[in-house]
């Protein structure tokens, strides 16, 4: 069976082995020992954090086959990004050149470095071996969110987003940052988004151009990656599309990929979610759910089959998920039918 639990100090080797797999443009896990185990402590550190209001914390999460013992997946979530380093866009903009008396009338795209998701919660880290790719395993692990939303929903910003990986290659070149690189920086994709991933971005203020970008300055190759995904986040986009997320024009500042937004209260999964209560028994023809606990600092979710008494609210269960949910008789499970 596949659960969903945090990630504990003793993942440490299967999350480097999960930032090797990811390559270029993975930005939140670099391949970087000190920023992992820092990262997988203040996710320990945010799970242990009793409050009411989003906040620095920051929770990651692992998949794992309970039977082989294999971590085999990571999906994250950020309560409030921006509020103690600088959270930076680019957003799509338009100003227009006229001329009255020569009757001429231009609209030109811009691009404009920003700040404005500081507050926002976000969606991110979401990464699936090959190896467990088949069935659902991908909307488990991507969906389980929306139950952590809609349960701990005093946590996060109203607004959440998930930054989408842009257009780059497998040697990790990156058109749009192409253009960048020979303009501003001198400094290659891989560097710079291993720079950011870490934490140092002092280099972005310092050396990313202060005004407006003109679109039709930049290189053909650059525009036109500008708010396209990379092939391989193209189901994931797809998804949170189905859940309300749209596009308003902000792209990554590296390669250009698309920033995706909704308001918690209306991502499509966090309403259809409901929290019902337990019941321990047999499930015959069981209709397929992904769910959860309620239970923050014991937190699991997975993928099961339940029978549902909707006149009392009762979740019929087995009892194999409800030891995975490590849950009981009369305790709530919030589930979300797949």
Not at 25 to 33: A, D, Q, V
Not at 251 to 276: H, N, W
């Amino acid at each position: 069976m596949l659960v969903i639990r945090p990630i504990t100090e003793a993942d440490y080797p299967a999350l480097m082995q999960i930032a090797h797999d990811s390559g270029v443009g993975f930005t939140s896990l670099p391949t970087n020992e000190q920023l992992l185990r820092s990262r997988i402590a203040h996710s320990v550190e945010s799970f242990a954090t009793d409050t009411d209001k989003p906040g620095n914390e920051g929770y990651l999460l692992v998949m794992e086959n309970t039977e082989t013992g294999e971590v085999v997946g990571t999906s994250g979530l950020e309560s409030a990004v921006g509020l103690e380093s600088a959270f930076y866009h680019y957003h799509l903009g338009k100003v227009v050149h006229s001329s009255q008396e020569l009757k001429l009338h231009n609209t030109i795209e811009t691009l404009t470095l920003c700040n404005d998701y500081t507050g926002a919660a976000e969606l991110c880290t979401l990464f699936l071996k090959e190896c467990a790719r088949g069935g659902s395993n991908g909307r488990v692990l991507s969906r389980f969110r929306f139950l952590f939303l809609a349960e701990f929903s005093e946590r996060f910003g109203q607004t959440v987003i998930a930054e989408m990986r842009g257009v780059s290659c497998d040697e990790g070149t990156s058109p749009f940052w192409q253009w960048l690189e020979e303009h501003f920086f001198g400094m290659d994709f891989p560097t710079a988004d291993y720079l950011s991933g870490i934490g140092n971005k002092v280099f972005i203020a310092e050396l990313m151009p202060r005004f407006p970008i003109y679109v039709n300055l930049l290189s053909q190759a650059a525009q036109d990656v500008i708010g396209l995904v990379h092939h391989k986040t193209l189901p994931a986009l797809k998804l949170l599309q189905r859940e309300g997320f749209i596009h308003r024009g902000y792209v990554d500042i590296f390669d250009a990929g698309p920033t995706v937004e909704c308001q918690l209260d209306q991502i499509k999964a966090v309403k259809d979610s409901r929290r019902m209560t337990v019941k321990v028994g047999e499930v015959e023809q069981g209709i397929g759910h992904v769910a959860c606990n309620v239970d923050l600092k014991n937190f699991r979710a997975t993928e099961i089959d339940i029978n549902v008494d909707e006149n009392n609210n009762i979740a019929i269960l087995t009892q194999q998920h409800a030891d995975a949910l490590k849950v009981t008789d009369g305790d709530f499970i919030r589930v979300l039918a797949l």
